[in-house]
T-cell receptor
């Protein structure tokens, strides 16, 4: 049971380059999320999706784009990498949000450095 | 907007000592509250949720609506408890909001 899988695990980008962080889940969860984790700042929500074809902005969406063409996949796109995007990125999924104490399942993270 | 506050960035305790990781939230209604843990080189995972009123790995957390708190407690810390702990909140149909996290270091 793979759960939530993120690729790559590590990446170094030059300023201005673009890349896509991949995320896939095999639990048939409707809800998927992208968070970034910065030292001392906790996890901040970048984008989320409540189902295929539906995405919405989180707290820190600037500089990122997402798409959700299938239930399984939720890629995060960085178009023009900036040093401020140096962070650890986590993808997560859950069967539902809110009421009922829903558990979110996380990927192992992608450590991105922009130089 | 909902907010989760974890006032301590780092908490160091000796093995066998009691542990209390503080979490306060700002929301006037009835939130869903969680504690997530991230051990070294592992992914973030759910430790416990208030709705279950369970004890996991000796940890418990009680929701205090009057004080808007959800502190995590364990009577006797173990070395394997050393990790990063995040308090999180969910309201209605919205994604989880996380605090900044507290790093727990248990000293042998």
């Amino acid at each position: 049971n793979a759960g939530v899988t993120q690729t790559p695990k590590f990446r170094i980008l030059k300023i201005g380059q673009s890349m896509t962080l991949q995320c896939t889940q095999d639990m048939n969860h409707n809800y998927m999320y992208w968070y970034r984790q910065d030292p001392g700042m906790g996890l901040k929500l970048i984008y989320y999706s409540v189902g295929a074809g539906i995405t919405d902005k989180g707290e820190v969406p600037n500089g990122y784009n997402v798409s959700r063409s299938t239930t399984e996949d939720f890629p995060l796109r960085l178009e023009l990498a900036a040093p401020s995007q140096t962070s650890v990125y986590f993808c997560a999924s859950s069967p539902r949000q809110g009421a009922g104490g829903t558990e979110a399942f996380f990927g192992q993270g992608t450590r991105l450095t922009v130089v | 907007a909902q907010r989760v506050t974890q006032p301590e960035k780092l908490l160091s305790v000796f093995k066998g000592a009691p542990v209390e990781l503080k979490c306060n939230y700002s929301y006037s209604g009835s939130p869903e509250l969680f504690w997530y843990v991230q051990y070294s080189r592992q992914r973030l995972q759910l430790l416990l949720r208030h709705i279950s009123r369970e004890s996991i790995k000796g940890f418990t957390a009680d929701l205090n609506k009057g004080e808007t708190s959800f502190h995590l407690k364990k009577p006797f810390a173990q070395e394997e408890d050393s990790a990063m702990y995040y308090c999180a909140l969910s309201v209605g149909n919205t994604p989880l909001v996380f605090g900044k996290g507290t790093r727990l270091s248990v000293i042998a």
